[in-house]
């Protein structure tokens, strides 16, 4: 596990200059009104959306797979506000990492903590399933100021980046867990821990089975859920973090808890949970991570869908 980070020296190398400019301004960004943050952060999707051509093509590829019975006029639609969402989350990223706590909760509502206390009473570890939202960052703040617990993440190949974003998840969560360390995972859920988990991404062909996923029949899908669940007895436990309408701030909706998952076979727990998370994305849908390929992996010797 990973603990609050030290910083070094060499995070001042010039190198780094340009990063940290960046990150001054995102936080200078952060100390303006949130009504003026939520326009800005609008604004800067719009703008992403003209230069972002790659992601415009994959971004509108995937809302094709997953709602394929949607009018092309529906879908973009969604392709228009999810890039906003795209701003909105770069400046939600400042305000998970920068806002003091007192800030947080005046814009910020959480429902179901109930759910964990109950898993925490029953001694269970939580496998707190926490979906690719662009509000991800946002979204773990508020959890951790109520019950903190262990984020799993990617190293950043940046040291900058690495350190900035160890720093900015650990300001309300215990440690972070490296997404390769299963180990770690479940000897903390065995310990009671709560730990975040995404299983909504396309991982790669290895550990993962082909079940139905939104439109797409054979979607590649992690078996994670169900080798922690198994492997560890923890409840699982959906969270949805979401913007409101029009500015009026944030909610955290914590689902209710799954005491006895599904987990006779990898498949049937993959189909179980991808169904969870297609309910928990359409509270949603604009504000899902859609910019990313969520279906290259395909069986062998099938066409690629990009």
Same mark, same amino acid.
């Given at each position: ?5 030290? *910083? ?12 940290? #400019?960046?990150?001054? %301004?995102?936080? %200078? &960004? ?15 999707? +719009?703008?992403a ?13 995937? $809302?094709? $797979? ?12 969604? $392709?228009?506000?999810? *890039? ?5 989350? $770069?400046?939600?990223?400042? &305000?998970?990492?920068?806002?003091? @706590?007192w ?7 959480? =429902? ?20 690719h ?5 946002l /979204? ?16 950043n ?16 969560? +215990? ?14 859920? +065995?310990? /009671? ?14 550990? =993962? ?12 899908? @992690?078996? /994670? ?29 914590? %689902?209710?808890?799954? #005491?006895?998952?599904?987990l ?10 991808? +169904?969870? &998370? ?12 859609? %910019? ?11 066409p690629?869908?990009?």
């Open positions: 596990m990973t603990n609050l980070p030290q *910083f070094s020296r060499a995070l001042l190398h010039p190198r780094y200059w340009g990063i940290w #400019f960046g990150i001054g %301004l995102l936080y %200078l &960004i952060t100390l303006l009104p949130y009504p003026v943050i939520y326009r800005l952060g609008r604004g800067l999707g +719009k703008l959306r003209r230069f972002m051509k790659r992601r415009v093509r994959i971004t509108r590829r995937n $809302l094709e $797979l997953a709602f394929p019975h949607k009018t092309a006029e529906e879908r973009e639609v969604y $392709l228009d506000k999810n *890039f906003e969402s795209v701003g909105l989350g $770069l400046m939600e990223t400042g &305000i998970a990492w920068f806002w003091p @706590t800030r947080i909760q005046r814009w910020c509502d959480v =429902s179901g903590v109930d759910q964990i206390h109950a898993v925490q009473e029953a001694k269970r570890g939580v496998l707190l399933i926490g979906i939202f662009l509000t991800l960052e /979204g773990a703040r508020m959890f951790g100021m109520n019950t903190p617990g262990i984020g799993v993440y990617r190293p190949d940046n040291p900058l980046l690495d350190w900035l974003q160890t720093w900015g998840r650990m300001r309300s969560n +215990k440690s972070m867990i490296d997404r390769k360390d299963l180990k770690g995972m479940i000897r903390a859920l +065995k310990q /009671g821990e709560i730990i975040w988990y995404a299983p909504d991404h396309d991982y790669g062909p290895r550990g =993962s089975v082909f079940v139905p996923f939104f439109g797409v029949d054979e979607a590649a899908t @992690t078996m /994670g859920t169900y080798t922690l669940a198994r492997m560890s007895g923890a409840a699982i436990v959906p969270m949805v973090p979401r913007r409101k309408p029009d500015g009026k701030g944030y909610e955290l909706i914590i %689902l209710p808890a799954e #005491f006895s998952p599904p006779e076979t990898p498949e049937g727990t993959a189909i179980w949970m991808n +169904k969870i &998370i297609e309910q928990c994305i359409m509270m949603a849908p604009e504000q899902y991570m859609w %910019l990313h390929r969520r279906f290259k992996t395909r069986p062998e010797g099938v690629a869908r990009y």
